[in-house]
């Protein structure tokens, strides 16, 4: 009934507890989750959740909040992008929101590494997931830039404004909303949600960050979607059941299709 488009499942507190979260995951109704993945040191590991389980996909991507570890370059992406059950690539993106003292200026290899993702959606055809805080603007414009309308994707765990929604969905990207939905005091959000329309929403958890309310400050899980997309519903007025049918079928729509569609990207599932 639901699906999560966004969730760390490689993260070590979240992979210990494997077959409890899946069994959570069931009685929820949550049927299927995409593993997002921040290193490549990493990936192997998200990437193996996504062979071993025939409900989850994973991601290829360097987070820009990530230093100190590997920085790939377009042939790194593209050779994992390649594997079965990779369906996008990301997260990726700029994030301002930790300068440590520096300035916007100093960012330059954030916005580096951000086309370096843009480059390697471009030439597999996959969907970005876009990571964006305190960014806004440069993210669009390198996005604009360097995407030249060849590449769509998704404004993941969406915290900005009306304004800049409305530009992304001009360039035709689906927003995700996270547990912050369901929080009391996020009322510029909750008009977001009522703007973006329902054929463009996707839901997701960010697990094991920001667990929906009533579970806020707890280690977020998969399971929890569902009421991020009763928040959803509220907020549009509409049965739970439209809300759940219509995320689940933009995600498919997004990341599932290129699966089937693309011949380089190994086995159907
Ligand atoms: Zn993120
Ligand atoms: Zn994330």
């Given at each position: 009934m639901f699906v999560?488009?966004?969730c760390h499942l490689g993260f070590p507190?979240?992979?210990?507890?494997?077959p409890e979260i899946r069994q959570a995951m069931e009685q929820a109704q949550v049927d299927r989750a995409l593993c997002i993945c921040t290193t490549l040191e990493e990936f192997d590991e998200v990437h193996a959740l996504a062979l071993a389980h025939d409900n989850f996909w994973s991601t290829v991507g360097v987070h820009p909040d990530?230093?100190?570890?590997?920085?790939?370059?377009l042939a790194?992406?593209?050779s994992r992008a390649a594997l079965p059950r990779v369906v996008a690539i990301g997260e990726t993106g700029l994030d301002y929101y930790r300068l440590n003292g520096r300035r916007v200026e100093d960012m330059a290899w954030q916005r580096e590494r951000f086309r370096v993702h843009i480059r390697a959606a471009s030439v597999t055809g996959l969907p970005l997931v876009i990571h964006t805080r305190s960014a806004s603007e440069d993210t669009l414009a390198v996005l604009k830039d360097e995407g030249r309308a060849s590449v769509r994707g998704?404004?993941?765990c969406f915290t900005e404004t009306r304004a800049v929604a409305r530009e992304a969905l001009d360039l035709g990207f689906m927003i995700s909303f996270s547990g912050i939905l369901t929080f009391r005091n996020a009322h510029e959000l909750h008009e977001v949600a009522r703007f973006v329309p329902l054929d463009r929403c996707l839901i997701e958890t960010d697990s094991p960050y920001l667990a929906p309310v009533p579970f806020r400050g707890k280690t977020n899980q998969p399971a929890w979607v569902a009421h991020v997309a009763a928040r959803l519903a509220e907020l549009k007025e509409l049965p739970l059941e439209a809300v759940a049918k219509a995320t689940s079928d933009n995600f498919e729509n997004l990341f599932t299709r290129t699966l089937h569609t693309s011949a380089t990207l190994g086995e159907p599932v």
């Open positions: 999560d488009s966004h507190e979240l992979a210990a507890r494997m990530n230093e100190g570890v590997r920085e790939p370059t790194d992406l593209l998704v404004f993941h």
